[in-house]
């Protein structure tokens, strides 16, 4: 057979959109199908207009709809937007992506052939729209930065434009697939010009980056009070990113249904509204301010739990992979063809079972494994070995669990991703 579609993939040389594919697509599908939807709104801090091409575009990523917002926010100026390898072998995503000139990246592991593309193209004056937190936001707030995006930045050393979405993640939810209308305040403004790159090192190019694009949905909307529509499923699926009980401590079994967040083991629960405050059931509840101060209490358990020097984390999981010679359709985020036993400890995660009815194993050390990338929603998540997309659907709802202990267990054994 010929080549299969990651090798077609990574031998295309990409190159600035086409302007007026890219002018019918965000103008006339994107802006007058979706803008009003969303209820976008645009504050200038400064005018796109005024810098020619070639730029960067750096943004906090809330949610899977981001491309809407920043793409709009920049007409007439073209984007190349930087997105997850993975989803180029989406069957719904694969035609944009070409049209728009996309370029590929394997979340948090090193890529050279994104690199080249973005030169390729910031050569052919097109310019990039890069997420540096590599994945849309799981909590409503942000992760730092990748490792190294202050040394891509650097390196560039070009206008560095800076686009913030609030409203993003509470329109578009992690852990709820269902789009909930409210309003989207979309920002933009200049971060670095080349004479800063050049005078700031890598490091503190870093940090302020982690600094420029951190916001916090949940804090956002305690004064902006928009009210989004939940459909009365504000706290749908909500227990798989809230799976920790704050009154009686047991995990998995807070169950998100309706509007209501609710523990199986002792009643504690809260009601989501429409302006995502969390409002105990009764006087007796024991609920945090917020759902992201929530998941942060959560992540100080997992931190304390890495500690223990023999902290380890096991789950049965089903493996999936990208198929070679087809799309994946119907919401896929790939195929099936393994299971095994994931395992977690100080030294790293190794993979124990089969995969296309043979053995397979692998590990990753600690240091080299941040954290993992999402899909879509809470229900599965993955990383990279050898190159190689590798999905994991555990057989409890532990996916949270799982992100946050690997992201301490990083950071305890001295590994590089954390705010600097």
């Not at 995969?355 to 692998?362: D, K, T, V, Y």
Request: net charge positive; proline share 5%.
């Amino acid at each position: 057979m010929g080549a299969n579609l990651q090798q077609k993939l990574l031998l295309r040389r990409l190159h600035r959109p086409n302007y007026i594919i890219y002018r019918i697509l965000t103008f006339f599908v994107v802006k007058l199908m979706l803008e009003r939807k969303y209820n976008v709104t645009y504050t200038y801090k400064i005018n796109p207009r005024e810098y020619q091409a070639p730029f960067v575009v750096v943004g906090n990523h809330a949610s899977r709809l981001d491309y809407i917002f920043s793409s709009l926010a920049f007409l007439p100026h073209t984007l190349n937007f930087v997105a997850g390898y993975n989803e180029f072998f989406r069957a719904h995503l694969a035609l944009i992506f070409r049209l728009m000139q996309a370029i590929p990246k394997k979340n948090f592991v090193s890529d050279i052939y994104t690199i080249k593309e973005i030169k390729r193209v910031l050569n052919d004056r097109g310019n990039i729209m890069l997420f540096p937190e590599g994945m849309s936001s799981i909590s409503g707030g942000n992760q730092p930065c990748a490792i190294a995006s202050g040394k891509l930045l650097k390196h560039i050393g070009l206008p560095v434009l800076r686009i913030g979405i609030a409203g993003g993640y509470l329109t578009s939810t992690k852990y709820c697939l269902a789009d909930r209308p409210g309003r989207v305040d979309v920002e933009v403004d200049i971060l670095f010009t080349p004479e800063q790159l050049a005078k700031l090192s890598e490091k503190e190019i870093q940090r302020r980056l982690d600094e420029a694009l951190y916001h916090d949905d949940y804090e956002w909307n305690k004064t902006a009070r928009v009210a989004f529509q939940g459909g009365g499923n504000m706290a749908k699926n909500l227990h798989d990113m809230l799976y920790w009980c704050p009154k009686c401590g047991a995990e998995f079994t807070m169950r998100g249904e309706g509007d209501d967040i609710v523990c199986g083991a002792c009643g504690n629960g809260a009601r989501l509204n429409e302006y995502y405050d969390l409002i105990p059931l009764d006087e007796t509840c024991v609920i945090p301010d917020t759902p992201r101060v929530w998941w942060d209490m959560q992540r100080a358990i997992a931190r304390e739990r890495v500690r223990d020097e023999n902290f380890s984390l096991r789950e049965e999981v089903e493996l999936g992979t990208l198929p070679p010679y087809k799309y994946l359709k119907k919401g896929n985020t790939s195929e099936i063809t393994g299971r095994g036993t994931l395992t977690l400890d100080h030294s790293g995660l190794r993979f124990e079972g089969e995969r296309e009815s043979g053995p397979f194993r692998f590990f990753i050390d600690a240091k080299s494994l941040p954290t993992y990338g999402m899909c879509t929603d809470m229900s599965r998540f993955y990383t990279f070995v050898d190159g190689a997309f590798l999905e994991f659907f555990p057989k409890s709802r532990s996916v949270a669990k799982w992100l946050l202990t690997t992201e301490e267990n990083h950071r305890h054994v001295g590994g590089a991703w954390r705010y600097s």
